[in-house]
């Protein structure tokens, strides 16, 4: 290993400001790849995680870019590849640590849980001799976590529904807002922790965490590839790690903050036409959308209840009643202003 070449009080120091993972010792200035074996497949295949370390040799924050938590959100593995092609993950201080395909399991066959049929984001911290997504989620948390300052983890709507670009914070965390609004997504969304999520974890060991949700499952979307590039990028540039040849995206608008939303449910079955497009606002009475028969008999239109931003919309094109079709805004604030709340 690289710090044996040290004389002894060197390889002290050097030992001090190393990194773990897995076991691994990486020194500042080094660039490396991590390979996280959990589990063979059933046909003895092995099943490799990479991750990817870069450290510049001078200190500074140790960041963790994470996706695919589900197999299926492919949109944000999509966000860390283009990070990674794009050599942002090369920090001017401090390291970035880039796993892109957290679920590799799930990736493989398109599927949000692990083989084992769990939610790896509903397991952690997970337990040494549980289910493989438990033990997976325990090995991630004892041997990868702790040297983490600041985790940003990107996710999509499940099934068909599509969310506007958004980052979830706990509201309780004022360092989470800070970079949430660094981030700049056009959404902001204060939400409830999960019990047993990574974001649970990381908040219980103190790490500030952004949750980015965009797009939907088994897709990719450039424009919400991009608001996540480019987010990310602000986010880099704000903990001043990125060189100066890298472009840092300007602003355009501060993030509108949603303090409470709610879904709004089908109250027919049938074939479902949204006539808004996600991320727009609607006032109170709006039709929003038509679900009709198949046969051109009936055609109910749906009228919302209560202005407000669409930040979800269900795109597929048949609904039974009772299904979730749009998320509504009830309660946003723009940064730094009063708050506007619709019943
Ligand atoms: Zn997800």
């Not at 979307?221 to 060189?243: F, Y």
């Not at 109170?284 to 046969?295: H, N, R």
């Not at 009936?298 to 795109?315: A, L, P, W």
């Amino acid at each position: 290993m690289a710090f044996t070449a040290f004389r002894c009080c060197d390889k002290t120091l050097a030992m001090e400001n190393s990194i773990s993972i897995l076991g691994n010792e990486i020194l500042p200035g080094e660039r490396r790849t991590i390979n996280f074996n959990i589990a063979k497949l059933y046909t003895s295949t092995i099943v490799e995680i990479p991750i990817i370390v870069e450290r510049s040799s001078r200190p500074g924050p140790v960041v963790l870019i994470t996706a695919g938590i589900h197999g299926d959100e492919i949109n944000g593995v999509e966000i860390v590849r283009q990070l990674i092609q794009k050599k942002i993950n090369r920090p001017t201080k401090g390291t970035i640590i880039c796993i892109p395909v957290l679920n590799v399991f799930g990736f493989l066959s398109m599927d949000r849980n692990f083989p084992d049929g769990r939610d790896l984001n509903r397991i952690f911290p997970g337990t040494k001799n549980g289910s493989l997504a438990s033990r997976f989620a325990y090995q991630f948390v004892n041997e990868i976590l702790p040297d983490i300052d600041i985790c940003l983890d990107f996710h999509t709507g499940g099934a068909s529904r599509f969310n506007t670009s958004q980052i979830r914070i706990d509201p309780r965390n004022k360092k989470d807002l800070i970079l949430a609004e660094v981030f700049n997504a056009p959404f902001i969304l204060e939400s409830k922790i999960i019990d047993k999520s990574y974001r649970a974890t990381c908040s219980k060991m103190n790490k500030t965490t952004l949750l980015f949700e965009g797009g939907k499952s088994e897709f990719i979307d450039r424009g919400v590839a991009k608001e996540g590039v480019q987010g990310t990028i602000r986010v880099l540039h704000h903990l001043k790690m990125l060189s100066k040849k890298v472009e840092i995206p300007t602003p355009t608008k501060p993030s509108i903050i949603i303090t409470d939303s709610r879904w709004i449910r089908a109250k027919y079955s049938g074939m479902f036409h949204p006539h808004v497009a996600h991320g727009t606002f609607v006032e109170k009475g709006q039709v929003i959308a038509a679900i009709t028969d198949p046969y051109g008999k009936t055609n109910y239109k749906m009228k919302v209840s209560n202005s407000g931003y669409i930040i979800n919309i269900n795109e597929s094109p048949i609904v039974y009643q009772g299904d979730a079709v749009f998320h509504i805004s009830t309660s946003y604030k723009d940064s730094n202003t009063s708050s506007n709340e619709e019943a």
